[in-house]
């Protein structure tokens, strides 16, 4: 794929990192995207967007919310993507009763060498599994915080990197169920993406039950990809030509949802570095060195929307009540106007 960059920078929690691997060629990327989607889709009947939204979220060095009611396949998907990478996985149920030292870890007193001695929690690993993240206090949900944005730990004054790829996925129920906390601006906007995986159609659900009648799928599912390959799978996205003209689309879109009327909180600055990345991602899997605008529209309701928050009885311009945060992506994105694509240059 094409050397050249985005002009924009990366931000992710491992920039500062050494970027010592070395992009695949098209066969060999295209073979392992093929391979982990036709895997999960394995485990997941029915929803091949919410697998392709997933493996974006990773290969762009995101983090991915999976928001939606109980039993719809919500914890099914996170695991079946960490079966899929021969890497360090955790798991972490988050409860009322949670400690943030419960997530990061602890230093524990060595009485024999007179010492303070760091245990890890179980965010050192490379997929890290958050199970109704919303069930913890908010306290506990800040503990996440540093290690989703800058890649590290930071315990009684010390720091502790984690090792690249990271990936948080992270669960939770609607506020509306009983016994949640919504999650702080800020948590929210450290996913790269939030998806909702709905209920499966009649045919699916059928399948599912043919399916499990003998055991759960995951417990058939095989690593495809080990960590070194996983980095050259992130290193050949990040090869991904962005052009200008596509830079200034996706800044245009982002910088419209701060001046919109039915919005009280726009996308961040953040979010906009997020689009780019997980444009770069989808390109990539769609077997393409370049980015076209189709790919931050794609993405540009998933990336941005559970960042913002509506003003009371919000409207459209035209006056019909604002139904979800989700409408008034859609009516930015098909507002602004649509750069003519651009080849990597020579």
């Given at each position: 794929m094409s050397t050249m960059t985005s002009p924009i920078p990366d931000s992710h929690p491992h920039a500062d990192q050494p970027r010592t691997a070395q992009p695949?060629?098209?066969?060999?990327?295209?073979?392992?995207?093929?391979?982990?989607?036709?895997?999960?889709?394995?485990?997941?009947?029915?929803?091949?967007?919410?697998?392709?939204t997933a493996l974006t979220v990773l290969l762009?060095?995101?983090?991915?919310?999976?928001?939606?009611?109980?039993?719809?396949?919500?914890?099914?998907?996170?695991?079946?993507l960490a079966r899929c990478i021969a890497g360090s996985v955790s798991r972490i149920q988050f409860t009322p009763d949670l400690l943030p030292a419960d997530i990061t870890g602890v230093s524990v007193y060595r009485q024999q060498q007179g010492v303070f001695e760091f245990t890890p929690g179980p965010v050192f690993a490379h997929i890290v599994i958050g199970?109704?993240?919303?069930?913890?206090?908010?306290?506990t949900q800040s503990?996440?915080?540093?290690?989703?944005?800058?890649?590290?730990?930071?315990?009684?004054?010390?720091t502790h990197r984690l090792e690249a790829p990271f990936l948080v996925v992270a669960t939770q129920n609607p506020v509306e169920m009983e016994g949640t906390y919504p999650l702080p601006e800020a948590q929210r906007d450290r996913f790269m993406a939030r998806i909702s995986i709905g209920y499966p159609d009649a045919e699916s659900e059928q399948r599912m039950l043919r399916d499990r009648e003998h055991g759960s799928p995951l417990d058939r599912l095989d690593p495809i990809v080990d960590v070194a390959g996983l980095r050259r799978m992130i290193a050949t996205v990040r090869e991904v030509y962005v052009s200008p003209s596509v830079e200034a689309y996706a800044v245009a879109?982002?910088?419209?949802?701060?001046?919109?009327?039915?919005?009280?909180?726009?996308?961040?600055?953040?979010?906009?570095?997020?689009?780019?990345?997980?444009?770069?991602?989808?390109?990539?899997?769609?077997?393409?060195?370049?980015?076209?605008?189709?790919?931050?529209?794609?993405?540009a309701t998933t990336v941005l929307a559970?960042?913002?928050?509506?003003?009371p009885r919000a409207q459209h311009p035209d006056g019909r009540p604002v139904r979800g945060v989700e409408e008034v992506v859609q009516r930015i994105v098909a507002a602004t106007p649509v750069p003519v694509p651009q080849a990597p240059r020579a």
């Open positions: 695949l060629d098209a066969d060999a990327f295209a073979g392992y995207g093929d391979a982990i989607r036709r895997a999960m889709n394995g485990v997941l009947d029915g929803k091949p967007e919410a697998v392709d762009a060095e995101g983090h991915l919310l999976i928001e939606d009611v109980p039993g719809v396949g919500k914890t099914v998907l996170a695991r079946a199970d109704e993240i919303n069930r913890a206090s908010p306290k503990a996440l915080l540093e290690c989703m944005e800058e890649g590290q730990v930071t315990v009684d004054g010390r879109i982002v910088q419209a949802t701060r001046d919109d009327t039915a919005l009280r909180l726009g996308a961040s600055p953040r979010s906009t570095l997020q689009l780019v990345r997980a444009a770069r991602a989808r390109a990539a899997l769609d077997g393409r060195d370049f980015v076209v605008p189709d790919d931050v529209d794609a993405l559970h960042r913002m928050i509506l003003v």
